[in-house]
C-alpha cells in the first residue's frame, strides 16, 4: 500500500511539473522582457488588443483579458521597437494614481483599455467605467466616474461580489 502511495505521489508531482512547465511555455506579456523587439513580441502574442503612439515617438501595445480576465498589460516600446515598460496596468494603486479634473476618456483607453462595463446611474450625470482587477487575491472593482465632458469626476472602490452563492441551502 505504501508503495502504491509513493508511486501516486510520485506521478502527482510529474503531473505538476507537467503543468509547470506548460504555464511556462505559454507567451504571455508578463514574460516579455526589456529589449524584446516589438516584431518578436506579437508574433508571440499575436494582435494586441489595442496601440496607442507615445508621446516619445515610442508606441504602446495593450492586451487586455478584459471583460473576463483581470489583467491588462501596457508593453511599451522606444522608436526604435524595443520594448522599454511591460506593465500590468489593473491595480488599486494605478487606478488611485488618476487624476480627477484631469484625465479623460483617452488617458483611460491608453492606460486601461475598454472597462468591463459602463453604466448610466440617477445620481450621477455622466458614465461610469467599471473595471474589476485583484487586489491580492481578492476580485474587486474600481468604478470612475466621467463627466458628459469626458474628463474623469472621481474614482471609487467595491468589492466584486460572487455571481453565484453555492453556501445558499
Known amino acids: 500500500m505504501r508503495a502504491a502511495l509513493c508511486a501516486l505521489r510520485g506521478v502527482g508531482a510529474l503531473a505538476l511539473i507537467a503543468l509547470m512547465g506548460l504555464i511556462a511555455g505559454c507567451a ?17 502574442l499575436g494582435a494586441p488588443t489595442a496601440t496607442f503612439v507615445l508621446p516619445s515617438g515610442g508606441e504602446r ?29 489593473l491595480t488599486q494603486t494605478r487606478f488611485e494614481r488618476i487624476a480627477p479634473g484631469v484625465w479623460t476618456t483617452v488617458d483611460l483607453q491608453k492606460t486601461f483599455g475598454t472597462p468591463m462595463r459602463v453604466e448610466h446611474v440617477a445620481r450621477f450625470d455622466g458614465d ?18 466621467v463627466n458628459p465632458n469626458g474628463v474623469v469626476n472621481r474614482v471609487t472602490f467595491t468589492d466584486e461580489l460572487p455571481l453565484f452563492d453555492n453556501d445558499r441551502d
Do not use: M
Not at 128 to 145: E, M
Open 128 to 145: 461610469i467605467w467599471t473595471y474589476h482587477f485583484l487586489q491580492i487575491s481578492d476580485p474587486r472593482l474600481a468604478h470612475v466616474h
Open 28 to 44: 504571455t506579456p508578463f514574460s516579455e522582457k526589456a529589449g524584446a523587439l516589438r516584431g518578436d513580441v506579437v508574433s508571440r
Open 61 to 89: 501595445l495593450l492586451y487586455s483579458e478584459l471583460p473576463a480576465g483581470y489583467a491588462v498589460y501596457n508593453l511599451d516600446f522606444d522608436p526604435s521597437g524595443r520594448l522599454v515598460r511591460n506593465e500590468q496596468v
